[in-house]
């Protein structure tokens, strides 16, 4: 019998307990043995829970017990966890975890530690929910070289920019609804600035380059200002938009970003709607591959951290290889990336297309039905560079969106 510790009794916690104790019967069969869940270890008590008898205080409890072979770190943020999770692994013992901010500043140190300590640091649910996405990067399509990943990496702005898109309603209305639902943070800074699908593209781009790129070095740009509007074009362009994890290396270097990015509605992308994440990745051999489901969410989340347990109790004593080394990734400066921009202008576009041709040669102008004041042209391919320093010569540009 495996015998577990859940750290923090939250949303993915409990979730943890539930997967286990629901599908114990294909659990113990897939692993050979019975998996339990001997503590929880959370600063509050649980009265009247089925797990009140097995909840502690005190981390030592569970560190110092050799029964407890796995723990799941479902505590979120980088103290205590970070902590908890080194002297879990200096005792041998594998951490399952879905937490994207431990692991976006400290994998590769703690993948290390459990690599001389013959245990493993299992991150499955860090990126992508219930999606599995780690585990192919690190199996799967290790014969491949992967060059581009595009990820709607996150739920709460892909449920906004959804709404806004479906109802024409503008990005505060929204999200004071989806926080009045519980689907978006009272704090909804890290999520609707980008920051959360920033640490999520760190994750991913560290397993591909096998090297750590820092979330402080990955450019984000959140949806704060997208506005009604841009997706009254997008529909007219017969285009989308959505918050992007992009990855990519290119002949400039290796570049880690999040923006807006108005996609065709071709895209496999365009198709993810919701609360729900994808992750289209195109390697060398495989071509594109889409990896798509519930990207947040307990039960969803507590999943990947269960198939995570169950790989480190079929693995007792063996760490299995995960590529990622401390050494810093160096990033191409993200003004350097090649793309197309749609760039809405005030003003009227019979009066200023003219004079814009001249500056972005080949752009292609819309306007939409009975407004006057206002059009939007889209560039051909070029760097950001480019695009600053020919944009600052117009006058009148509301906004931009990359493609
Ligand atoms: N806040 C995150 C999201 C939760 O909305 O996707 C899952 O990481």
Redesign the pocket.
Known sequence: MAQVAVLGYGTVGSGVVEVIEKNSDVISKRVGEDITVKYVLDLRDFPGDPIQDRVVHDYDTIVNDKDISIICETMGGINPAYEFTKKALMAGKSVCTSN?ELVAAHGPELISIAKANKCNYFFEASVG?GIPIIRPFNEALTAEKIDCIMGIL????NYILSKMENEGAAFDTVLKEAQEKGYA?RNPE??VEGY?AGRKIAILASLVYGETVKFEDVFTEGITKIAPVDFEYAKKLGLTIKLIGLEKETSEGRFAVVTPRLIGSESPLAGVKDVF?GILVHSNMLDYSMYYGR??GKLP?ASAVVGDVIAAAKNPGNHLTCVWEEKACSLADYKKLAQKYFVRVAGNMAELKADIEKVFAGASFVQLDNVTDEFAFVTEEMTELEYDKKAASINNIKSMIRM
Do not use: L, P, Q, R
């Open positions: 994207k929910g996150n739920g709460t702005t943070e890290a999520d959360d994440n990207g947040a989340t």
